[in-house]
Protein backbone atom coordinates (compact mmCIF):
# COMPACT_ATOMS: atom_id res chain seq x y z
CA UNK A 1 0.00 0.00 0.00
CA UNK A 2 1.80 3.12 -1.43
CA UNK A 3 -0.56 5.58 0.72
CA UNK A 4 -2.36 6.96 -2.17
CA UNK A 5 -5.86 6.59 -2.18
CA UNK A 6 -7.69 6.86 -5.40
CA UNK A 7 -11.31 7.05 -6.22
CA UNK A 8 -13.28 5.25 -8.03
CA UNK A 9 -11.91 2.24 -8.82
CA UNK A 10 -13.79 1.77 -11.69
CA UNK A 11 -16.42 3.75 -13.75
CA UNK A 12 -17.75 2.98 -16.88
CA UNK A 13 -19.57 6.17 -19.17
CA UNK A 14 -21.16 6.52 -22.25
CA UNK A 15 -19.09 8.72 -24.87
CA UNK A 16 -19.47 12.21 -24.51
CA UNK A 17 -20.35 12.51 -20.74
CA UNK A 18 -18.27 13.87 -18.35
CA UNK A 19 -16.17 12.39 -15.20
CA UNK A 20 -14.10 13.43 -12.52
CA UNK A 21 -11.51 11.03 -10.45
CA UNK A 22 -10.09 11.67 -7.66
CA UNK A 23 -6.64 11.12 -5.94
CA UNK A 24 -5.53 11.93 -2.51
CA UNK A 25 -1.89 12.00 -1.59
CA UNK A 26 0.10 10.77 0.71
CA UNK A 27 -0.10 11.93 4.00
CA UNK A 28 2.83 15.07 3.85
CA UNK A 29 3.30 15.03 -0.16
CA UNK A 30 2.55 17.99 -1.82
CA UNK A 31 3.41 17.36 -5.23
CA UNK A 32 0.29 15.10 -7.11
CA UNK A 33 1.25 13.94 -10.46
CA UNK A 34 -1.45 12.19 -13.04
CA UNK A 35 -0.91 9.64 -15.68
CA UNK A 36 -2.84 7.94 -18.32
CA UNK A 37 -2.09 4.15 -19.24
CA UNK A 38 -3.79 3.08 -22.59
CA UNK A 39 -3.11 -0.11 -24.49
CA UNK A 40 -2.17 1.33 -27.42
CA UNK A 41 -0.15 4.23 -25.81
CA UNK A 42 1.12 3.11 -22.85
CA UNK A 43 1.99 5.39 -19.19
CA UNK A 44 1.97 8.87 -20.19
CA UNK A 45 2.65 11.57 -17.74
CA UNK A 46 -0.70 14.20 -17.92
CA UNK A 47 0.15 16.86 -15.51
CA UNK A 48 2.00 17.77 -11.89
CA UNK A 49 0.45 19.83 -9.46
CA UNK A 50 2.83 21.09 -6.48
CA UNK A 51 0.80 22.78 -3.59
CA UNK A 52 -2.02 24.15 -5.16
CA UNK A 53 -0.21 25.06 -8.03
CA UNK A 54 0.27 23.17 -12.04
CA UNK A 55 4.18 22.67 -12.44
CA UNK A 56 4.25 20.78 -15.27
CA UNK A 57 2.12 19.58 -18.26
CA UNK A 58 2.47 16.40 -20.46
CA UNK A 59 0.34 15.24 -23.28
CA UNK A 60 -2.87 15.91 -21.58
CA UNK A 61 -5.67 17.01 -23.76
CA UNK A 62 -7.92 19.99 -23.76
CA UNK A 63 -10.96 18.25 -22.70
CA UNK A 64 -8.94 17.04 -19.46
CA UNK A 65 -8.51 19.27 -16.89
CA UNK A 66 -6.99 19.04 -13.35
CA UNK A 67 -6.65 21.01 -9.87
CA UNK A 68 -5.66 20.63 -6.63
CA UNK A 69 -7.54 21.63 -3.40
CA UNK A 70 -5.69 23.40 0.12
CA UNK A 71 -6.43 19.91 1.60
CA UNK A 72 -3.75 18.89 -1.72
CA UNK A 73 -6.60 16.10 -2.66
CA UNK A 74 -6.72 16.27 -6.27
CA UNK A 75 -9.17 16.22 -9.46
CA UNK A 76 -9.04 14.92 -12.96
CA UNK A 77 -11.78 16.20 -14.57
CA UNK A 78 -12.57 14.12 -18.03
CA UNK A 79 -15.26 15.54 -20.67
CA UNK A 80 -16.16 14.64 -23.94
CA UNK A 81 -15.62 11.34 -23.32
CA UNK A 82 -14.44 9.17 -26.30
CA UNK A 83 -14.04 5.99 -27.20
CA UNK A 84 -10.03 6.20 -27.10
CA UNK A 85 -10.34 7.66 -23.45
CA UNK A 86 -10.54 4.29 -21.91
CA UNK A 87 -7.63 3.44 -19.80
CA UNK A 88 -6.34 3.58 -16.39
CA UNK A 89 -5.30 6.76 -14.39
CA UNK A 90 -3.10 6.66 -12.39
CA UNK A 91 -2.07 9.50 -9.78
CA UNK A 92 1.17 9.19 -7.97
CA UNK A 93 2.53 11.97 -5.19
CA UNK A 94 5.55 12.96 -3.55
CA UNK A 95 7.52 15.17 -1.65
CA UNK A 96 8.75 18.22 -2.47
CA UNK A 97 12.39 17.18 -2.97
CA UNK A 98 11.33 13.55 -2.81
CA UNK A 99 12.83 11.59 -5.33
CA UNK A 100 10.28 8.94 -5.27
CA UNK A 101 6.46 9.16 -6.42
CA UNK A 102 4.09 7.06 -4.63
CA UNK A 103 1.57 5.94 -6.89
CA UNK A 104 -2.10 4.60 -6.30
CA UNK A 105 -3.90 2.00 -7.84
CA UNK A 106 -5.52 3.70 -10.29
CA UNK A 107 -8.99 4.23 -11.27
CA UNK A 108 -10.22 2.16 -14.92
CA UNK A 109 -12.31 4.59 -16.87
CA UNK A 110 -14.16 2.17 -20.11
CA UNK A 111 -15.98 4.58 -21.96
CA UNK A 112 -19.04 2.88 -23.72
CA UNK B 1 9.02 11.16 -25.99
CA UNK B 2 10.30 8.80 -24.22
CA UNK B 3 14.69 8.93 -24.53
CA UNK B 4 15.02 5.21 -23.20
CA UNK B 5 15.47 1.58 -25.27
CA UNK B 6 14.43 -1.47 -23.62
CA UNK B 7 14.30 -5.01 -25.01
CA UNK B 8 10.76 -6.08 -25.02
CA UNK B 9 11.09 -9.03 -22.71
CA UNK B 10 13.58 -11.46 -20.93
CA UNK B 11 13.29 -14.27 -18.87
CA UNK B 12 15.26 -15.31 -15.51
CA UNK B 13 15.83 -18.28 -13.38
CA UNK B 14 14.23 -17.96 -9.92
CA UNK B 15 17.43 -17.50 -7.44
CA UNK B 16 19.40 -16.18 -10.17
CA UNK B 17 20.39 -12.48 -10.77
CA UNK B 18 18.83 -10.09 -13.66
CA UNK B 19 20.37 -7.75 -15.60
CA UNK B 20 18.30 -5.65 -17.43
CA UNK B 21 20.07 -3.08 -19.56
CA UNK B 22 18.72 0.21 -20.81
CA UNK B 23 20.06 2.46 -23.56
CA UNK B 24 19.72 6.40 -23.10
CA UNK B 25 22.05 7.77 -25.45
CA UNK B 26 20.68 10.94 -25.04
CA UNK B 27 20.73 11.57 -21.81
CA UNK B 28 21.98 15.20 -20.12
CA UNK B 29 23.95 16.01 -17.27
CA UNK B 30 22.03 16.83 -14.75
CA UNK B 31 19.15 14.05 -16.12
CA UNK B 32 18.23 11.42 -13.48
CA UNK B 33 18.05 7.67 -14.74
CA UNK B 34 15.21 6.48 -12.86
CA UNK B 35 13.75 2.44 -12.50
CA UNK B 36 9.95 1.63 -11.78
CA UNK B 37 8.11 -1.60 -12.04
CA UNK B 38 4.69 -2.22 -12.21
CA UNK B 39 3.10 -5.66 -11.62
CA UNK B 40 -0.04 -6.39 -13.63
CA UNK B 41 -1.86 -3.19 -13.86
CA UNK B 42 -1.24 -2.33 -9.98
CA UNK B 43 0.20 1.50 -10.14
CA UNK B 44 4.19 1.39 -10.53
CA UNK B 45 6.64 0.99 -7.94
CA UNK B 46 9.45 3.01 -7.26
CA UNK B 47 13.26 0.64 -7.37
CA UNK B 48 16.29 2.68 -7.95
CA UNK B 49 17.61 5.74 -9.63
CA UNK B 50 21.05 7.63 -10.43
CA UNK B 51 22.73 10.29 -12.11
CA UNK B 52 26.52 9.43 -12.56
CA UNK B 53 27.44 6.73 -9.39
CA UNK B 54 26.88 3.19 -9.04
CA UNK B 55 23.83 2.60 -6.87
CA UNK B 56 22.14 0.23 -4.29
CA UNK B 57 19.55 -0.19 -2.33
CA UNK B 58 17.52 -3.22 -0.37
CA UNK B 59 15.77 -3.85 -3.98
CA UNK B 60 18.62 -3.63 -6.90
CA UNK B 61 21.66 -1.84 -7.89
CA UNK B 62 21.88 0.17 -10.56
CA UNK B 63 25.16 0.16 -12.75
CA UNK B 64 25.69 3.44 -14.75
CA UNK B 65 28.43 3.38 -17.65
CA UNK B 66 31.06 6.42 -17.46
CA UNK B 67 29.69 8.01 -20.34
CA UNK B 68 26.37 7.72 -19.14
CA UNK B 69 24.84 6.27 -22.00
CA UNK B 70 23.53 2.95 -20.52
CA UNK B 71 22.87 1.47 -17.61
CA UNK B 72 21.76 -1.83 -16.25
CA UNK B 73 19.41 -2.77 -13.29
CA UNK B 74 20.39 -5.80 -11.29
CA UNK B 75 18.09 -7.66 -9.03
CA UNK B 76 20.25 -10.12 -7.23
CA UNK B 77 18.36 -13.16 -6.23
CA UNK B 78 15.35 -12.72 -8.50
CA UNK B 79 11.71 -14.28 -7.03
CA UNK B 80 8.73 -15.02 -9.05
CA UNK B 81 7.09 -11.94 -7.35
CA UNK B 82 9.86 -10.18 -9.06
CA UNK B 83 7.89 -11.25 -12.77
CA UNK B 84 6.71 -7.61 -13.72
CA UNK B 85 7.14 -4.89 -16.25
CA UNK B 86 10.17 -3.03 -15.62
CA UNK B 87 10.78 0.65 -17.24
CA UNK B 88 14.01 2.92 -17.33
CA UNK B 89 12.88 6.46 -17.14
CA UNK B 90 14.86 9.80 -17.97
CA UNK B 91 13.51 12.01 -15.11
CA UNK B 92 13.21 15.46 -17.44
CA UNK B 93 12.96 19.18 -14.91
CA UNK B 94 13.85 20.24 -11.76
CA UNK B 95 13.28 19.28 -8.35
CA UNK B 96 9.55 21.00 -7.72
CA UNK B 97 8.80 20.74 -11.80
CA UNK B 98 9.62 17.08 -13.24
CA UNK B 99 8.07 14.52 -14.83
CA UNK B 100 8.60 11.03 -15.86
CA UNK B 101 8.29 10.45 -19.40
CA UNK B 102 7.84 6.07 -19.31
CA UNK B 103 9.17 3.94 -22.53
CA UNK B 104 7.87 0.76 -23.19
CA UNK B 105 9.32 -1.20 -20.96
CA UNK B 106 11.00 -4.75 -20.36
CA UNK B 107 8.60 -7.28 -19.70
CA UNK B 108 10.38 -9.62 -17.23
CA UNK B 109 9.11 -13.30 -16.54
CA UNK B 110 10.61 -15.30 -13.41
CA UNK B 111 10.17 -18.75 -14.22
CA UNK B 112 10.52 -21.49 -11.37
Known amino acids: DSGVTQTPKHLITATGQRVTLRCSPR?????VYWYQQSLDQGLQFLIQYYNGEERAKGNILERFSAQQFPDLHSELNLSSLELGDSALYFC???????????FGPGTRLTVL | DAKTTQPTSMDCAEGRAANLPCNHSTISGNEYVYWYRQIHSQGPQYIIHGLKNNETNEMASLIITEDRKSSTLILPHATLRDTAVYYC?????????????FGSGTRLLVRP
Open chain 2, 89 to 101: IVRVGMDSSYKLI
Open chain 1, 27 to 31: SGDLS
Open chain 1, 92 to 102: ASSLYFSNEQF
